[in-house]
């Protein structure tokens, strides 16, 4: 039992420092963001808490096609085709498998999704995002 309990002693350490640490934001989610931007003028107060950047851009919808979630494995475990990327979302810890080119048109994307239905990904949908273009 004395053995059993030194070992996993030994092990926590080693457990508690191989996790990743999230992004500050996942934790601190909040409710909105305020209006302003990061810089101030001399002398004066520090911007709100929960204020963003702000640039001259403007909001365009996209679209893009995702075709699988990976929970508790890596994307490096399997060869996905080409036109596909993925990316690791840190606060749900999940990779989201999607395509790597974004569309303009619904009606683009809904091609490269029938497609890649096509070749055996039969659980692609289509999911909009916006993206910002300098005016």
């Known amino acids: 039992m004395k053995n059993l309990i ?6 926590l350490p080693v457990f508690a420092f191989s996790q990743e640490k999230k992004p500050a934001y996942c934790d601190e989610l909040p409710v909105s963001y305020e209006k302003g931007a990061w810089t101030t003028v001399k ?28 929970k508790f494995t890596s994307p490096e475990n399997y060869p996905f085709h080409e036109s596909l990327i993925a990316r690791h979302r840190p606060c749900e810890d999940v990779w989201v ?6 569309f303009d048109t619904r009606a683009d994307a809904n091609k490269m999704k029938d497609k890649l239905i096509g070749l055996g990904y039969k659980g692609a ?3 909009e995002l916006i993206a910002w273009e300098t005016q």
Not at 97 to 102: G, I, L, Q, R, Y
């Open 125 to 127: 949908y289509v999911i």
């Open 97 to 102: 498998v999607e395509s790597k080119e974004c």
């Open 6 to 11: 030194f070992f996993l002693c030994l092990l």
């Open 43 to 70: 002398g004066g107060s520090p911007p709100p808490k929960n204020s963003l950047p702000k640039f001259k851009t403007v909001p365009v919808r996209c679209y893009k096609i995702q075709v699988a979630l990976l």
